[in-house]
C-alpha cells in the first residue's frame, strides 16, 4: 500500500521518492508509519514505512546494515523484510484479537533505540449484512449494516463507492464506537447513480474497516502513527437513473 504513495506522487505532482540512509538520521528525525492487518481470524500481516522530514513526506529511509527493525508476538520476534521504498514487512500466524504486536527499532548504538511502539490486534471480521441489498432507492431508503461481534475496541469507517455498471461520488462516515451495527441514511447518495452505457445493473461495494490507534515510542518523530485494521466488504445493487 505505502509504496503507492510514492507512484501516485510522481504520476500526478511530477515529483518522485527520494532516498536516505537510516545511519545519517536521528532516531528523533524518523517517521515512522506502521500498520497491523487482520486478514483471517489468527493470521496478521505488519508493515512499516519510515520516512525523513515530516506526514507528508516523499523521502522514505532504508535501514543501515548496523540498524535493525523487528516485530514481536506473544514473545515470538521476526526481523521484518525490506521490500523497497523504505517498507518493511512480516507476517504471523495464530495471534488472537487483542493480542499486542510491538515493533522494535535498534539502532547499532549510534543513536536511541525505539521499542514500545505497540498496537492491539483488531478483531476480524467475517460476515457482513445489508438490508436491503438489491434494488435499492438510494434517494429514500436507508440501508441497515451488521458486521461480526459487537461492542469492539476502535472506531469504524463505512464507504460505499461504485462496483460497476454506474457512476457515482464516493461517500463514506466514521463511526467512533463500534457496535457491530449502523445505517447508512436515506439520501447519502443522491440524486441516483447513473448507469453507464450499455449497463443494466448498478454494482456497489460496501467497505466496512475496523481501525485501533496504536502507541508510538516517544524516541521516534512526532508525526509516526500505528494503527491496527480489519476490513470487510459488501456488494449490494442500487437503483440507478
Not at 505505502?2 to 507512484?7: A, G, Q
Not at 508509519?33 to 486478514?39: A, L, N, Q, R, S
Amino acid at each position: 500500500m505505502f509504496r503507492f504513495l510514492c507512484l501516485f506522487a510522481i504520476l500526478s505532482a511530477f515529483t518522485a521518492c527520494s532516498e536516505a540512509d537510516s545511519c545519517t538520521i536521528k532516531t528523533s528525525g524518523l517517521v515512522f508509519t506502521g500498520g497491523v492487518e487482520t486478514i483471517s481470524s489468527g493470521h496478521i500481516t505488519t508493515s512499516t514505512w519510515m520516512r525523513v522530514g515530516d506526514a507528508n513526506s516523499l523521502t522514505y529511509v532504508t535501514l543501515c546494515p548496523q540498524d535493525r527493525l523487528s516485530v514481536k508476538v506473544n514473545n515470538i520476534e521476526q526481523s521484518m523484510i525490506g521490500t523497497g521504498w523504505g517498507i518493511y514487512s512480516s507476517a504471523f500466524n495464530n495471534v488472537a484479537a487483542g493480542d499486542t504486536v510491538q515493533f522494535l527499532l535498534y539502532r547499532s548504538g549510534s543513536d536511541e533505540d525505539a521499542t514500545d511502539t505497540t498496537v492491539k490486534v483488531a478483531t476480524a471480521m467475517t460476515a457482513a449484512t445489508a438490508s436491503p441489498d438489491t434494488n435499492i432507492n438510494t434517494t429514500n431508503q436507508a440501508i441497515d449494516l451488521t458486521w461480526g461481534d459487537t461492542s469492539q475496541e476502535g472506531t469504524v469507517s463505512i464507504e460505499m463507492q461504485p462496483k460497476s455498471g454506474c457512476t457515482f461520488t464516493p461517500r463514506s462516515h466514521t463511526i467512533e464506537n463500534d457496535l457491530g451495527a449502523a445505517q447508512i441514511p436515506a439520501g447519502t447518495i443522491s440524486p441516483k447513480p447513473i448507469l453507464n452505457v450499455g449497463s443494466s445493473t448498478c454494482r456497489a461495494t460496501i467497505t466496512i474497516k475496523r481501525t485501533i490507534l496504536g502507541i508510538v515510542d516517544a524516541a521516534l518523530d512526532p508525526d509516526s502513527t500505528l494503527t491496527a485494521t480489519a476490513e470487510i466488504e459488501k456488494e449490494v445493487t442500487l437503483q440507478a437513473d
